[in-house]
């Protein structure tokens, strides 16, 4: 059984290490915004042992309020979401981006946008979020797509 609850920002490092930052210094696994008090961070754990995490921190994106016109108070920014790769294919994904859709419509956050690398977007579009930019590069991460969903 998965078990999603909320983690310290340190206890996202093995996972965003394995799976987002390999062969980089564990270091580059902080992210800034990971410390403020409106951020929360989500893990996946399977028999007591963390598989899969996610940060959510209040962001506002410039272009996201140009499209759809969202304040910064109710526009929250997905960042770091990584399943360790012996747990992939499980739903784990899923289940830790539907738990924190549930804690963000209770804080009444009108939107959720993230940059999704290119080939995660399917699974993102599968769970009912746009494609809302052209594609561009992140450096030493890759391509990526702007995508969000109103909550």
Known sequence: MIQIIPITSRETYSVRHAVLRKGRPVEDCRFSGDELGTTFHLG??????????ATFLMN?????????????HHCYQLRGMAVLEIAQGKGIGKKLLKHAEKLLKEKHIQSLWFNARVNATSF??????????????????GDHYKMMKLL
């Open 44 to 53: 996946a754990f399977e028999k007591d042992k963390i598989i899969g995490v």
């Open 60 to 72: 506002k994106d410039i272009d996201l309020e140009q499209i759809k016109h969202i304040k910064l």
């Open 124 to 141: 993102y579009e599968n769970m009912g979020y746009e494609i809302v930019s052209e594609p561009f590069i992140i450096p030493k991460v």
